[in-house]
């Protein structure tokens, strides 16, 4: 049974930086793109960032792109997610996934088409 850990999480003043951390066990990580995907309060899951499963492409949120950077170690079976200049509406649960069809062709941003999900690690901006 394949299980996602995401770590690194914590509280950052506006413009820090933080790293997640998401550690795969069971399963085949190699063959699966992987998501970062974030639900603030009181509102819906959306979705951060993607990494295909060579790794060669990434695909983020606009509202991300330029400060988060997605990257993956599969000897290690670990995606990270690099926040720099963090601001407080980046304020929310995070959490990591894996795509459900391996070997996919670029990177989706629906989370319907991740079927394994980690817990979540809260990540709080104060301003």
């Known amino acids: 049974q394949v299980q996602l850990v995401e770590s690194g999480g914590g509280l950052v003043q506006a413009g820090g930086s933080l790293r997640l951390s998401c550690a795969a066990s069971g399963g085949t990580f190699g063959a699966y793109a992987m998501g970062w995907f974030r639900q603030p309060p009181s509102n819906e899951r959306e979705f951060v960032a993607g990494i295909a499963w060579s790794g060669r492409s990434s695909n983020y949120a606009n509202s991300v792109r330029g400060r988060f950077t997605i990257s993956r170690d599969d000897a290690k079976n670990t995606v990270y997610l690099q926040m720099n200049s963090l601001k407080p509406e980046d304020a929310a649960v995070y959490y990591c996934?894996?795509?459900?069809?391996?070997?996919?062709?670029?990177?989706?941003?629906?989370?319907?088409?991740?079927?394994?999900w980690g817990q979540g690690t809260q990540v709080t901006v104060s301003s």
């Open positions: 996934a894996r795509d459900e069809t391996t070997f996919r062709d670029g990177v989706s941003p629906d989370p319907n088409r991740y079927d394994v």
